[in-house]
T-cell receptor, first 111, second 115 residues
Framework: QQPVQSPQAVILREGEDAVINCSSS?????VHWYRQKHGEAPVFLMI?????EQKGHEKISASFNEKKQQSSLYLTASQLSYSGTYFC????????????FGGGTRVLVKP | GAVVSQHPSWVICKSGTSVKIECRSL??????MFWYRQFPKQSLMLMAT?????????EQGVEKDKFLINHASLTLSTLTVTSAHPEDSSFYIC???????????FGAGSRLTVL
């Protein structure tokens, strides 16, 4: 079942913050976040496995709620390089290896 | 880091012809590879799971006879789009897991245009 991502698109000025949400109707084993630039393959950002977990790299971070049904990706003090489409990929099974991706959130960071 | 190589990057073909896309894991072995399809401005849709030495597992709605998958070695999986039609035009991306972690590394993708 495809997770629901919101918003579908967001336009930011450089330095502004944004939040992207990813929701599932069922508890998940893990949530993955990827970023895809136009015409390129998706690039892995991070994976969350535990309820209540938060992690980040530089100014991009993510959280996984306690019930493991929702994850949020936080873009802080956005940079031009953050532009792209962000996808969450969800894995509903403990031993599963198939990711189902959300519809994507297109992010455009303007100078 | 782990690299997944995909070839060709793009291909244009006539309707009715077959096209083969290769996916290679360059510095790791992949017993399983995943093939995704992405239409413009849409999400990545899993088509099939390629299993080394055995038959591929197709997602619901994906025609096995149209999208032939062969995983002949631990580093190579191929997707053949048979009798391609314009509606098959899409971005096809393969992926694999380099390690125990359930993290996918994607190939650069292959853009298929069927005239």
């Amino acid at each position: 079942q495809q997770p629901v991502q919101s918003p579908q698109a967001v336009i930011l000025r450089e330095g502004e913050d944004a939040v992207i949400n990813c929701s599932s109707s069922k508890a998940l084993y893990s949530v993955h976040w990827y970023r895809q630039k136009h015409g390129e393959a998706p690039v892995f950002l991070m994976i969350l496995l535990k309820g209540g977990e938060q992690k980040g790299h530089e100014k991009i971070s993510a959280s996984f709620n306690e019930k493991k049904q929702q994850s949020s990706l936080y873009l802080t003090a956005s940079q031009l390089s953050y532009s792209g489409t962000y996808f969450c990929g969800t894995d509903p099974k403990a031993a599963g290896n198939k990711l189902t991706f959300g519809g994507g959130t297109r992010v455009l960071v303007k100078p | 880091g782990a690299v997944v190589s995909q070839h060709p990057s793009w291909v244009i073909c006539k309707s009715g012809t077959s096209v083969k896309i290769e996916c290679r894991s360059l510095d790791f072995q992949a017993t399983t590879m995943f093939w995704y399809r992405q239409f413009p401005k849409q999400s990545l849709m899993l088509m099939a799971t390629s299993n080394e030495g055995s038959k591929a597992t197709y997602e619901q709605g994906v025609e096995k006879d149209k999208f032939l998958i062969n995983h002949a070695s631990l580093t190579l999986s191929t997707l053949t789009v048979t009798s391609a039609h314009p509606e098959d035009s899409s971005f096809y991306i393969c992926s694999a897991r380099p390690g125990r972690a359930n993290v996918l590394t994607f190939g650069a993708g292959s853009r298929l245009t069927v005239l």
